[in-house]
């Protein structure tokens, strides 16, 4: 992160492996600086935690699809992915990335969003997704240019009705994270190969990364896509959302500056 009184310097943490001390370290690391993690084993070597997705590999990517796209934020043209082929021998995922201006040199405002059909679609007030979405068109719009790329990835990437048996786990009492795991999942089974490599097709090499998870920021940085700022993209919590939040920060490592 940057130091105050040092313009430019960055500090790059190794942080050892284990829950309870990446998450107290992220909660060390608020606000809008440029952060770099390195997860290390005992033996020295890069280690993936139990619960959340590090690993980004190279996936074939095929643009498919490219329309104008005029929204209430503004005009944006609409781009189709698809990468994987569907026949078994590989993961078949589909995306769109909206894109606002023709310049998206030097480090553009991005977003990753992850499909969330409840929030997104419905308004669902269990999650903070659907304010999250229209803060990231209403700030790309604000800059005249950026992108936002729409995964589908629906519940962290369980699925819509195991999302949905989740959610009937957390009426009973048990948080997000938990819930997950009942039903034998992880907390996290996002992987971010196809917003990355869709970046890659857009000639984006650095970002301004529009998000509260510092895990994203690592992802695409192995990647090869520069993060040069994490922006907050934060959600003042309501009564549905407050423990929902409060999971996410201390269980999932999510930075927030209002909390």
């Known amino acids: 992160m940057r130091l105050s009184g040092f313009p430019g310097m960055l500090v790059s943490w190794t942080i050892p492996l284990g829950f309870n001390e990446r998450s107290r370290c992220r909660r060390m690391m608020k606000a809008d600086h ?19 997705n590090f690993d980004v590999s190279k996936a074939k990517v095929q ?28 993961k078949k995922e589909e995306a769109v ?9 030097g480090s553009p405002l991005v977003r990753i969003h992850s499909q969330c059909l409840t929030g997104d679609v419905f308004g669902s007030l269990r ?9 990231a068109l209403s700030m790309i719009a ?12 629906e519940g962290r990437g369980i699925g819509l009705m195991a999302k949905l048996q989740a959610y009937a786990l957390q009426d009973s009492g048990l948080d997000t994270v938990e819930a997950n795991e009942k039903l034998g999942f992880k907390a996290d089974h996002r992987e971010f190969q196809l917003p990355v490599e869709i970046l890659k097709a ?4 650095q970002v301004r ?47 927030f500056t209002k909390r």
């Open 127 to 135: 999650c903070d997704c659907r304010q999250q979405l229209e803060m």
């Open 202 to 205: 857009l000639g984006i090499k």
């Open 97 to 105: 990335a909206l894109v606002m201006g023709d310049d998206l040199s």
């Open 63 to 90: 643009q498919v699809a490219s329309a104008d796209f005029p929204t209430r934020w503004g005009q944006f043209r609409i781009h189709g992915f698809t990468t994987g082929t569907g026949n078994g021998a590989g």
């Open 34 to 52: 440029t952060m770099q993690f390195r997860t290390l084993s005992a033996h020295g070597e890069r280690s993936s935690p139990k619960g959340y």
């Open 209 to 255: 990364l529009l998000s509260n998870n510092p895990d994203k920021v690592g992802a695409l940085e192995r990647a090869g896509i520069r993060v040069t700022e994490r922006v907050p993209c934060e959600v003042a919590p309501s009564k549905y959302t407050e423990d929902y939040l409060k999971t996410k920060e201390e269980k999932l490592g999510h930075l």
């Open 142 to 153: 604000k800059q005249g240019r950026g992108v936002l790329v729409y995964e589908q990835q």
